[in-house]
Every structure is written in structure tokens, then in C-alpha cells.
């Protein structure tokens, strides 16, 4: 590889909660769905060879950085960041789902820009990256994975063209980005869910996180800082889950 930045796409996700997690199984269930993600990923690409797109994923603690680049020798006249940015937020959607069937939610952020990755040494670096982090610890702020605002209009005009053509859906694409109250655009992560691929599961999966708000919300919290924290974050869970059931029926 080049000695030199790429232009990529980063993809940052940070599971909530991890400073009151203690026990060893759910540390452990935590680092497995990254792990059976970087598997199935690498497993997919290597079958799909004729996809001009690669991925490659960072994983340390309960974090990942999961890096979207064009194939050596993939041409100019094919490349297009708002593409690739978009299968990134479908293939974001499932890790995401995968989460939360696990009981764990997690919140970070989409981005474009430089990096240098070495994975032989292990080595990542670059103002993508920086930014990525930045924008998941510092706005994201509830469980969602917020589009740089820098890119989430032109990826969200890019989406709506490509895959809900006046705004009706496309066969098995949905809808994959929203627009949240405060103008960041999201990754609506329940898209697959709301399509009810699996309405037994999706029931069961939202009942199982609404249950979590309200454990959450009930729990003291060490200051009331916190505990207005915590709730902000589990009654806008609440409110985007409720949202999307309520469009299924």
C-alpha cells in the first residue's frame, strides 16, 4: 500500500454503558458480535470479488472503527463517495441490529475523509478518524449514528434519488437515513425491522429494549447531571423505537 492518506469512508460505533459493565459474559458478548462481524464481512467480500469496494475494521474494547475503501485499480469514473458512504450505512444498519438483539445499544458516526491504515502492523491514523470519534462523543450525544454534517445532505439527497424515487420505497431498501429533531441526519437502524423481514423477531427485539429504557431510567445514578444524562438517552431510544413500530402498523 501507498505510504500515504486515502480517501475512505469511517465508520466509528462505541457500545453504551460500558463503565458500569463488570461481568465477564457480557464484556465477552460484546467483543464476539465484533468478532463474528469482521468474520462474516471479510467472508462476504472475499465471495462478492466483483465488488469494487473493500472493508476493513479496527476493534479495541467495546469500539470499533470499520473503514470503507475502493479496491486497488478500481477506476476514477466509478467511484463516488455518496455510494460508497451509503453501503456503509446498510451494512452499519445490520451490526447495529446485531447489537441490539443482544440487549446492547451503541451510538456513533459516519465520516469522510483521510486515513492511513496498515492492518500487517496493526497501524490507523488520520483526520477521518479523528473525526469520526469527535462526532460520536461529542454530538451524537443519544443511541444513533449521526451522518457528518459536512456530507448527510448530500448523502441523504443521493439516498432518496437512488433508492426511494418520490419518496416511495424501493423493494427491500426502505428508508436508511431520518432527520432528527435538532437537523442531524441518522441511520435509521430499525430500516430492516420496519420492512418486518421478521415480525416474530422484531416484536420480541423492541420489547426486550423498551424493557431496557425503563430498567436504565429507574436505576440512581451518582449525580442528577447523570441521571438527566441517562434518561435523555434511553427516552429518545424510547421515543425513535415507538416511532418506527408505529409506522409498521
Sequence with gaps: MEQNFRKVVVVFIDILGSQD????????????????????EKELDNAHNWTVYKRETHVFSDCAYIIYDYKEGIEDSRKNIYELMGIACYNTEKVMYEFLKSGFIARGAITHGDLFYDNEKNIWFGPAMNRAYFLESKKAKVPRVIIDPEYAENLYAFNENKYR????????????????????????????????????????????????????????????????????????????????????T
Aim: aromatic share 10%; charged share 30%; with cysteine.
Design 165 to 248: 424515487k418520490d419518496g416511495v420505497q424501493k423493494v427491500c431498501n426502505g428508508k436508511i437515513l431520518c432527520r432528527d429533531v435538532d437537523g442531524f441526519i441518522y441511520l435509521n437502524y430499525l430500516n430492516s425491522m420496519k420492512l418486518c423481514m421478521n415480525p416474530i423477531e422484531t416484536e420480541f427485539v423492541i420489547e426486550n429494549i423498551l424493557k431496557l429504557c425503563n430498567t436504565e431510567r429507574s436505576i440512581k445514578r451518582e449525580t442528577t447531571e447523570l441521571q438527566k444524562s441517562i434518561k435523555d438517552k434511553y427516552d429518545w431510544l424510547e421515543k425513535y423505537l415507538l416511532s418506527q413500530t408505529n409506522d409498521m
Design 21 to 40: 459493565r463488570k461481568n465477564f459474559d457480557e464484556w465477552y458478548n460484546v467483543m464476539s458480535i465484533f468478532s463474528s462481524m469482521v468474520e462474516r
